[in-house]
């Protein structure tokens, strides 16, 4: 496996280790300068109570910006309303996902048109998804009303985004919709390494096609599904462009998400010391979160 | 697909019931997918009397290009933005931000290609080294790779804005290829690793014995071989860069360096827009990846698998 591991060690650094030392040395300094140094840089600045409004004043604080922000209970709702939408966004994109991708398993003429359209919302800028959408959601003229009135679902224009229980899931709408394409193009790929003799030794025991999807099929996914929880979990919970091109927060605070209490702490409150230490958190919450997903996985492997 | 080799030849009507549901199927996936961008581009050519019409016509009777001659003649300085005072509403109405849509989009392209040409540079020797050399930290090296991948953006932007400010290159084309090196450079390492590790030890070893140097190995043999994956890498971080908005938002204040998204976001909350306008204004910025995606569309599956499958 590895030839010159021996060698290695009984004489310092080889040939090897330096052509790695040097193929690498670009990585790691962009590495350092744009991750690690910021990283390490936002550590320092949530001890200090920096805001821009009194920039010559910087006190040390220490850990006074995380007891802050653990302290408010508006922080906490935010947390909330970040689960919330991350666990529909997670939900609806596995369930999707996964008809998106039995389907294109399947060989049928037109399935390459398919999975070419699929890339279509994958690879629109969430800029342009959030207009999109917020003109659909629109309350006068917007694409859901007219349908849903044209086909008699309701009888009046209804109020979609402003109306504060409906707001995070129409936003999760959008961002699913945005999320499905590249999960089902994971799913796929570990739907097609199932090995056939699964499927043919389930039929010899006379298993109906119900019962094969549900005994061979889904199990053998279960390492496809982990990742992709784990990837968009990871993106609901940092996601903030629709939050600030739909709603900006509204109604009345109902899509303020910890995203967007980072921004509007940072960069209206300008308090960059509690903003720092919120943004710190929601790192190390992403962080474990991940930590546990990746356990879960290698256990369940 | 071989599965349904080894499948006996079923009955008929089985096979019947099979194509129409995969065809109902195939219908609501392709309504699902492209309903919302019809209506964003059926949306972009109705004229100001049409979009507010209810229900809406869902195909414009009088389709017309106006807002996208407006863009385009208001972009190249041929024509001006209808002055302050004039109903918007009395057709023809061109709003003030039409002219900055074509000189953002060429911000947006210049940072795009940059961001290309460094993913490339700094993740292609990395990769290499990460896939076929084994030196001591190479699990260290991946770990951390991978642990950059974990930081939430909005976690860099903080840190980011206090050092672009402190180094004056607020409101620069600069500060944002540096910073999106940060979203890019991890991922596409992935990719190119794992590609470079499904070659041949000993296409490596062959030319290692030749006599070649580790980059002679790199540029004369593994280079030439790894084609669909810089075309997949540079896809990636290409398209990336153009649809970045969060970065863009903070560093970014005047035309002078705005990318095409925060142009469009300016617009998604200016009430003098047309609806019409704002719509043609998403439609600009959707064209060039979309195209580039639906085209490139193997390279970009077999890298978005391979990435994932190692990230």
Known sequence: MAPHSGEARLRGVTYDERAAAGLLAALAVVLMAVTAFPILYSLWISFYGLNLRRPNRVPFVGLDNYAHVLANPQFWDSVGRTAYFSAITVVAVLVLATLIAVLLDQDFPGRRIL?????????????????????????NYGALN???????????????????????????????????????????????????????????????????????????????????????????????????????????????VVAWRIYVETFRNLSFGTGAAMSYILAIATLLMSYGLIRSLAQKL | MSRDVIMVRPLLWPRLLRGAVLAVASVVLLAYVLAPVFWLVSSSVQTEREIVSIPPHWIPDEPTLQNFKAIFLTGLGYAQPTPTGVDPTSGGFIPSVAGNLLPAMGNSFIVSIAVVVLNLLVGVPAAYAIAKIRFRGRNMALYVILATRVIPDIALVVPFFLVVRKLGMLDSLGSLIITYLAVTVPFSVF?????????????????????????????????????????????????????????????????????????????????TVSFSFLNAAGVLAVVPPVLLAVIFERYIVSGLTAGAVKG
């Open chain 1, 146 to 256: 007219g349908l849903l009135m044209q086909v008699g679902f309701i009888s009046s224009a209804t109020i979609w985004l402003g109306d504060s229980a409906k707001t995070l899931p129409l936003i999760a709408n959008a961002f699913i919709w945005k999320e499905v394409p590249l999960a089902a193009i994971l799913l796929l790929v570990t739907l097609k390494a199932i090995p056939a003799d699964l499927y043919s030794a389930a039929r010899v025991d006379g298993a109906t096609a119900f019962k094969r999807f549900c005994h061979v099929t889904l199990p053998a996914m279960r390492p496809g599904f982990l990742l992709v929880a784990l990837y968009e979990a990871m993106m609901a919970v940092r996601h903030f462009d629709l939050f600030f091109l739909l709603t900006e927060g509204g109604p009345g605070g109902a899509s303020d």
């Open chain 2, 191 to 271: 990719v190119l690793a794992s590609f470079f590790e499904q070659m041949p030890d000993d296409l490596d070893r062959a030319a290692r014995v030749d006599g070649c140097s580790r980059l002679q190995v790199l540029l004369r043999v593994f280079l030439p071989l790894a084609r669909p994956a810089l075309v997949a890498v540079g896809l990636f971080a290409f398209l990336a860069s153009w649809n970045e908005f969060l970065l863009a938002l903070m560093f970014t204040q005047t035309a002078a360096s705005q990318t095409l998204p925060i142009i469009v976001a300016g617009i998604t909350s200016d009430f």
């Open chain 1, 115 to 139: 999975s070419a359209c699929l890339l279509i919302p994958w690879a629109i800028p969430s800029v342009a998804n959030g207009l999109m959408w917020k003109w659909i959601y629109d309350s």
